[in-house]
């Protein structure tokens, strides 16, 4: 049950787009299609963003996309704007209905 | 509307125990399995424990098995987590977390938590 790794923080510029990697083992991330990501805004719940690796739930926006090769997932953001300026956590199904999540990216928009 | 509601956090000392609840309302409580979910102040997420809707199974995170119990009760649309043993290490915000409302399988109506402060 160890976190998945992410990078502590990533930047950019409205507009441009951002990519945070997610890298696990063959027993989470590489095992299962079962990837999520969530937005979290400072002192806000979790709120799921991509699910299945690279589902988007009805309502959130197709800026947000993710992917996955191996043991590593990737969300990426296009277009950035002012209000994706929060932390990002990846998510995997780790076996035995329990999950792992990583340690979370803080979103920079400049 | 789906809704979670958490309480019962607070300051609690070293050694000693809580028990946490969580309201469900807007779903049909007793068709979903559920999560505990904490953050420890300026850190990330942290998966607890889990239970399935019919409390048949139950599963734990290594860092908090046979001190932390995970139960519910259906009629009362209520998930709970009773901690003892607490350590400084368990100060947090836990969440609770319904699967599959919206997403099958996954934890996609969260509570907005309680805080738990393990502190002489």
């Known amino acids: 049950q160890s976190a998945l790794t992410q990078p502590a923080s990533v930047s950019g510029s409205p507009g441009q787009s951002i990519t945070i990697s997610c890298t696990g083992t063959?027993?989470?991330?590489?095992?299962?299609?079962?990837v999520s990501w969530y937005q979290q805004h400072p002192g806000k719940a979790p709120k799921l963003m991509i699910y299945d690796v690279s589902k988007r739930p009805s309502g959130v926006s197709n800026r947000f996309s993710g992917s996955k090769s191996g043991n590593t997932a990737s969300l990426t953001i296009s277009g950035l704007q002012a209000e994706d300026e929060a932390d990002y956590y990846c998510c995997s199904y780790a076996g035995s209905s329990t999950w792992v999540f990583g340690g979370g990216t803080k979103l920079t928009v400049l | 509307e789906v809704q979670l509601v958490e309480s019962g956090g607070g300051l609690v000392q070293p050694g000693g125990s809580l028990r946490l609840s969580c309201a469900a309302s807007g779903f049909t409580f007793s068709s979903y399995n559920m999560n505990w979910v904490r953050q420890a102040p300026g850190k990330g997420l942290e998966w607890v424990s889990y239970?399935?809707?019919?409390?048949?199974?139950?599963y734990y995170a290594d860092s908090v098995k046979g001190r932390f119990t995970i139960s519910r009760d259906n009629a009362k649309n209520s998930l709970y987590l009773q901690m003892n043993s607490l350590r400084a290490e368990d100060t947090a915000v836990y969440y609770c977390?319904?699967?599959?409302?919206?997403?099958?399988?996954?934890?996609?109506?969260w509570g907005k938590g309680t805080t738990v402060t393990v502190s002489s």
């Open positions: 239970i399935s809707s019919s409390s048949s199974t139950i």
């Open positions: 977390a319904v699967e599959g409302v919206v997403i099958d399988y996954y934890m996609d109506v």
């Open positions: 063959s027993s989470d991330v590489g095992g299962y299609n079962y």
